[in-house]
């Protein structure tokens, strides 16, 4: 049986740009007709209404005094008799003779056609309008070279009764929702439960470039667990937070250095064997250039912190790792960790791409790695 | 020389084919517009019809023959407006009769044409070649 297989046509080759541009401009003179037709409409409807006032204001007077219409440019008075009498044009020269009240009750069936003509009229350009619409949108979705995609959907074999639908969706995530059943639901969630304990192992007594991972693959609720469950970090977070908090004392502050000291070496102790140096190096680069981007007490925190690093121990090759260490995990504290993780996230799956095309969460061997190195 | 008299004659052929299939959408054309005449005063007769209906039996009505009006029964006038009717439905089916004809007419032109282009195509391409 197949694999699900998705075809990819070009809107383009189906619907050529300008041939649905042309198409459109022809719709929008139709509709051009129409409307024009339409207005015609509404004048005769208007004029109706107009006839119809008059002839119900004639019998009112026993004789009306006009001027007579002579040739198309002279007129003459006179005098307007038998008021209440009319010769009304059905049509077709056919006239009879009506009363004010019967020619009324012509003319207003007259109307009411002339509605009803009004309203299919509208439906009309209204049906038209959603072509031309269409069309334009279609054109402009060719010339900017949208693809179709479409892939048959396979149910999986562990089913047994994998029948194949053939019913074509559109996106793969819409079918993914479609497909997935309490099973699937059931072995889906135990994988993720599987792979949170991973990232949480692998996340003890480090830094937030795993917290990122974290992020990337499961949201906040791990980040939760994370620091409920992690003390060592909580600890370190009470602490810095404290020296962000009151103005840092010394104390506080050698306590902070030592800290640092601790997960820098913890950290290069973890990365000298570690094939994943190249993957590290640059996302750390950037989580800092993430962190400086950050305003306000954050930033002047790190700042100080930079401070203590220099006056404290001489400037390393590793310094930046510690700043880093530090700063992402005292904001995860203050509870902004969600929104900082996926921005820095998508700089750094975009900034990966660019520096180095591993792979930005690799937390099993890493995991493997930093218990090595602890036990 | 005998290909190039074969393809002038089918480019003649061409010509020939091409303008019946004009001729053809002309008149298909003219059907069109007769036969939107014919719908609007089919609705125009039965709009009459109605208000012929509606009046009564003492109501006088003219009929504009010329410039002049003449009275008429109004019996007699409904059964007018009733031939009328009659008459232009049946002319209505008519015409639609003769439009499915032309229409087919038209499409076996138009492949006809088509046939002949290509022969001419074959007939240049084999030329080229040789």
Redesign the interface.
Known sequence: MERAKGTVTPLASVFSAEESQKAAKRLEETIGDRQRELNWLRGFAADNTGLVNLVQRLPDELSHEIMVPFGSAAFFPGRLIHTNEFLVLLGEGYYAERSSKQTVEILQRRGKSLESQVESLKATIADLEVEAKFLDVTAYEAAEGVVDIREEYVEEDHQGTSSNSGKPYQFKSENMNVAIDDEDYARIMARMDELEKEELAAQSGSSDEEDVGVDANFGCSISKNFFDDNDYVRSYVLKIRSSMNVDSTENQIKDLTQKLEDAKTTYSTAEQPSGIASQRVPSSRLSIGDIKEQPGVKESSLHEMERIDSRKQPPGPSEPKKVQAVAPVSEAFTGTVVERSTSSLMNQSSASSQVSSSNPSKPVSRFKMQRANRG | MGSSTALKELQRDLEVQANLLSKLQKEISKNHQVRKQYTI?LG??E??L???DL?KED???????GPV?VK?DLAE?NAN?RK?IEYISAELKRLDGSLQDLEDQQNSKKSAVMKIQQKIQTLQAGKAKS
Do not use: C
């Open positions: 005063q125009e007769n709009l009459v109605k208000e012929l009046l109501a006088n009505v003219y009929k504009l023959i009006l008429q006038a407006v009328r």
